[in-house]
């Protein structure tokens, strides 16, 4: 939310995305407007801290803790964020993969389409 709020992009609220309605997954940002080119930097955003739980599972190959809440390589907790986080930012990953192929060209935007009660987000290209 900070990365779109520091792109210029109105954000409306925050909301949780539950698994089978119960097991709160990931975080919807929802907004009323967003250009295809922040769009994707918002959504790439995230994935730093994939990279960089990935780098420390491979940096810390062989470190061993002892602890009471975990003991073990601290390759398979950081291994196990780090999947985690893939799973939960995979949304994202295919957002961008959806309106790029989509879309076709970086020129558009994401809308916020109320009807009917619901709302739904459209993308509208300019040619």
């Known amino acids: 939310m900070a990365a779109m709020r520091a792109l ?8 949780l995305v539950k698994a089978g309605g119960v097991l709160p997954v990931a975080l919807r940002v929802e907004y009323e407007e967003i250009d ?5 930097a918002v959504c790439l955003v995230p994935q730093v801290l994939t990279a960089a739980l990935l ?11 002892e602890g009471w809440l975990f003991s073990g390589p601290v ?11 893939l799973l939960s930012s995979a949304g994202d990953i ?4 959806y309106t790029l192929l989509k879309a076709r060209s970086p020129r558009g935007m994401w809308v916020a ?3 009917d009660g ?3 987000y459209k993308l509208y290209v300019e040619d």
Do not use: K, N, W
Request: aromatic share 14%; with cysteine.
């Open 8 to 15: 210029g992009v109105r954000v409306r609220g925050v909301s």
């Open 36 to 40: 295809i080119p922040r769009y994707i």
């Open 55 to 65: 780098a420390s599972c491979a940096a810390s190959a062989g470190v061993v803790v």
């Open 75 to 85: 390759s398979f907790l950081l291994f196990g964020l780090y999947f985690v986080h």
């Open 94 to 97: 295919y957002g961008v993969a």
């Open 113 to 115: 389409v109320r009807s």
């Open 118 to 120: 619901s709302e739904v």
